[in-house]
């Protein structure tokens, strides 16, 4: 058996890496990676390969940027030719890219068969791209490999054949689970400042005592394209630097467009910000575990936060995975209003956190039970 796994966007790797592990330990079955490159920062793909222990990936098609058409279908037409070449008995997709749309329609028309990982998720939200990536890479995929069980729901309010659906877990817990103790040997701490010792050495008689402090990370459309989403996450972080230390990375579009709406000079003005180019993936982990809260409008980190039991704050109207609210740590700011997220973020500073617990089938084991699951499906 020859599978062909797709990565095109950061949150693909984190999904990928496991299930590639689980595949190349089947017996007779070989796992190839494709890198779309439909988001790609040299340094931090090489980052993202090396502490996810990826490989090389196989073929890189360079993709890079452009509208939703012009990358859907400049994927379609280089895909086609891997898929030519390499003729594979199954092409995996996980989460809902434009990559993952793409390197389907184009596995389908050639008559491939197609496992969607992380399907069934729905925010109800069409405005956003990863909902129509999601729900038309669901209605043609042979396999659907669902995370929660609002995921099995949907796919069953939408007419899908129970036997092409299985409730696996999550697979991008999986990753989190492997490196969350690994993550605690980086330093990122340290170099940001959040992290210090009487002595300035770890003993004993003086411990290493951590600052507190949030993160946030903003990279949707809706936020950061428009000046009045700018403007909103501006005003949130100037009122929370008010009381806590906040640690940004940056997405670079969201900084691009902070200059090309002339908040940059504001935003550089504010205290208790620091600002970072994006991290890598440990890093990140190490910081989201240590941080008193997090502020966001990602989706995996809503479940990554859910699983490490940190307060998560979502700066959108909807979210696609509502386990991470009924029973996550996650709290959806559905009026995207700067003063109500501040009093939300309030009320955690001041000690009243909502306790979660950590969904079914979160168990690091998902990508095992997708393997085994796949192997009796092609026995």
Not at 42 to 62: I, N, R, W, Y
Not at 349 to 377: C, M, T, Y
């Amino acid at each position: 058996m020859k599978v062909i796994q797709v990565v095109g966007a950061r949150p693909n790797f984190m999904k990928v890496a496991p299930l590639h592990r689980a595949i190349q330990k089947l017996t007779g079955w070989t796992s190839k990676i494709v890198h779309t490159g439909q988001h790609f920062d040299a340094k931090m793909s090489d980052v993202f390969f090396t502490q996810l222990e990826l490989p090389t990936p196989d073929f890189f098609l360079g993709i890079g940027g452009g509208s939703h058409t012009e990358v859907t279908a400049k994927i379609m037409v280089a895909f086609e030719k891997i898929v030519e070449a390499e003729k594979p008995d199954l092409i995996i997709v996980v989460g809902d890219v434009t990559s993952t749309l793409a390197c389907t329609l184009v596995a389908i028309k050639m008559g491939i068969k197609v496992a969607h990982v992380e399907a069934g998720l729905r925010s109800f939200d069409r405005t956003m791209p990863e909902e129509l990536n999601r729900i038309l890479t669901d209605s043609v995929a042979d396999y659907l490999f669902v995370t929660e069980e609002s995921g099995l729901e949907h796919l069953k309010n939408e007419g899908v054949a129970d036997e092409r659906v299985f409730f696996s877990g999550n697979v991008m817990i999986d990753s989190l689970v492997r490196y969350q103790e690994k993550a605690k040997k980086t330093t990122i701490l340290e170099d940001l400042g959040l992290r210090t010792s009487d002595s300035g050495l770890s003993t004993a008689d003086s411990p290493l005592t951590t600052d507190n402090y949030i993160v946030m990370t903003m990279h949707r459309p809706a936020n950061v394209d428009k000046k009045n989403g700018l403007e909103s996450i501006l005003e949130l972080i100037e009122l929370s630097s008010k009381d806590t230390k906040i640690i940004f990375p940056i997405h670079p579009r969201t900084r691009a467009h902070m200059e090309k709406f002339g908040l940059a000079e504001r935003l550089d003005q504010v205290q208790n910000l620091i600002m970072t180019e994006p991290l890598g993936y440990l890093e990140f982990i190490q910081l989201m575990s240590n941080a008193t809260a997090i502020l966001t409008d990602s989706g995996g980190i809503q479940e990554e936060t859910t699983y490490l039991g940190v307060p998560c704050l979502t700066f959108r109207d909807s979210t696609e995975r509502p386990i991470t609210v009924t029973l996550g740590t996650n709290q959806l700011l559905s009026d995207l209003d700067p003063k109500k997220t501040y009093a939300a973020l309030l009320e955690i500073l001041a000690g009243k956190v909502k306790k979660g617990s950590i969904p079914p089938l979160w168990d690091g084991k998902a990508a095992e039970r997708i393997a085994a699951q796949l192997a009796e499906i092609f026995a």
